[in-house]
């Protein structure tokens, strides 16, 4: 059962296929651990050794929830 099933059912956040996750559970992972944003992409998501496509709109993403953590 995951620690918060209504959030997984509502999350409609775009999905980044390297990461093999929704915005949402990076997310989740980057407040349980901040990390700064070029650490948050090899730790938390797959987007440091994936495609990049998605990084721009993590940023933005990740702004806008206040997650974003400066390098
Ligand atoms: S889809 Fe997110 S880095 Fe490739």
Redesign the pocket.
């Known amino acids: 059962m995951p620690a918060n099933p209504q959030a997984l059912e509502q999350d409609d956040s775009p ?5 093999a996750a929704t915005f949402n559970e990076i997310l989740e992972k980057q407040r349980a651990n901040p990390l700064p944003f070029m650490e948050l ?1 090899m730790v938390h ?4 050794s ?6 721009e ?2 940023e933005v993403f990740l702004r806008d929830h206040d997650a974003y953590v400066e390098d």
């Not at 999905?15 to 990461?19: D, G, L, R």
């Not at 998501?45 to 440091?48: E, I, L």
Request: proline letters at 0%.
């Open positions: 999905y980044c296929c390297c990461s992409l998501a797959g987007c440091g994936g495609c990049g496509s998605c990084i709109e993590l």
